[in-house]
């Protein structure tokens, strides 16, 4: 079968399965849907994963907010091909930076916008309305609206990529508890563990599949902290 018609049906599955809420400028204003201003006291709740475009071009910003620190984090995926054969689609990602949330505005080196509510097919939805947004559906230069949801929990230790754990809570824990907790945070990624342990336990996680050499570039200041501390908390045990 030639590859150009694997992608098509591998295309049509996606754009079946993974059909989701969002909004382009011009659909928008084709629609006349009214943009409100969605702000709250604690930007915490801003907290989650705000889902861009369809199909091939679906994108999400994932923000999470902890210890003083505010991380955006665009994840979206790509078709690999080797030896002129398909692979798999695979996941990348890439951290904004300089980010700040003042109010209901959103600031970063890669895109300024801001957090807004907003009616469609009689339902109510929050949403981040992004100023031509890294991966673009509409017409360029435009702006988006991803439709926003509570981050979907992957994994045991999930809490590594929402917030600082305390050291009360680690120094709990066991030694194979915290090498776990620390390389989950990789297995995430969908890094590929070189030791028969690791490989072993995160090939039985039905969430996991390996596919990149190094994650590294991948990891958040809020990842990135906890990995300091799981490795400290190791280092006493």
Known sequence: ??????????????????????????????KNISLRTWEEENINNYSGTYSFGESEAESSLHVSIAGGIICAQLEKGDWEIKNLEMVGWH??????TNVKIKGNQFYSDQSNGEFVTFEFSNKKYKGLKLDNPPVQIGNDGDYEIGAYSKANQIGKYFNTKTEIISFDYLNVMNVEELKIMRNEIYARYHYMFKTEKMSGYFNKQEWYTGYHQNVDSFLTQIEKQNIIRIRNVEKSK
Do not use: H, V
Request: charged content about 15%.
């Open 1 to 30: 079968m030639r590859i150009s018609t694997i992608m098509l049906i591998m295309f049509l599955s996606i754009s079946t399965a993974k059909a989701q809420l969002f909004g382009t400028q011009d659909m928008i204003e084709e």
């Open 91 to 96: 996941l990348s990602y890439e951290n904004f």
